[in-house]
């Protein structure tokens, strides 16, 4: 997958707090890559205020244990590039921040390979009422590119979860 421009990142981002306003649920981010990108162009859209509970941004692996509750385990296993530890972030924001859904982003922005990892390794996971959702993205370009294709790729996917949520039969 390349990553592009700037296109689609207000839009995504305007299409997922709308359908989040509509259902009357919530919204956190917890960034690694993406150091604060995804929630800044959430709050861009007017609005937002009554689905965007928060984030964090936890660049230094330490905090992702600390602040998301990632297991240390994990994270000393592993690193902070990896599937599960993008899913570990989404569900600790998700409980941390009290919000219905959350987005996660990792991996490796560049310019060089990172413990093994390539440069464009990303995870996007998203965490919600229906369980979370990974995706592994193979982004080319520069810093700037991978950072802003990861934050609309976790849009993206946030409103395929939305989407597949609202499709499900009511649990009543």
Do not use: F
Request: glycine letters at 12%; hydrophobic letters at 45%.
């Amino acid at each position: 997958m390349s990553a592009g421009a700037d296109h689609g990142s207000g839009s995504a981002a305007a299409a997922a707090v709308h359908l989040l306003a509509e259902r009357g649920q919530t919204l956190a981010t917890v960034e690694s890559l993406t150091g604060g990108l995804l929630a800044t162009t959430i709050v861009e859209i007017a609005g937002v205020s009554a689905v965007y509970r928060g984030g964090l941004i936890v660049y230094a692996t330490d905090l992702k244990g600390r602040l998301a509750g990632v297991p240390d385990e994990l994270l000393a296993a592993r690193g902070p590039v990896d599937p599960d530890v993008a899913v570990a972030l989404a569900e600790g924001g998700r409980r941390r921040c009290r919000a219905d859904w959350a987005l996660a982003t990792t991996g490796v922005a560049g310019p060089e390979p990172q413990d093994g990892h390539p440069v464009g390794e990303v995870y996007v996971a998203c965490a919600g009422p229906r369980g979370t959702a990974i995706r592994r993205l193979d982004l080319e370009g520069g810093r700037h590119a991978i950072r802003n294709a990861a934050m609309v790729e976790a849009l993206h996917l946030l409103t395929t979860e939305l989407h597949a949520a609202a499709e499900e039969p009511s649990r009543h």
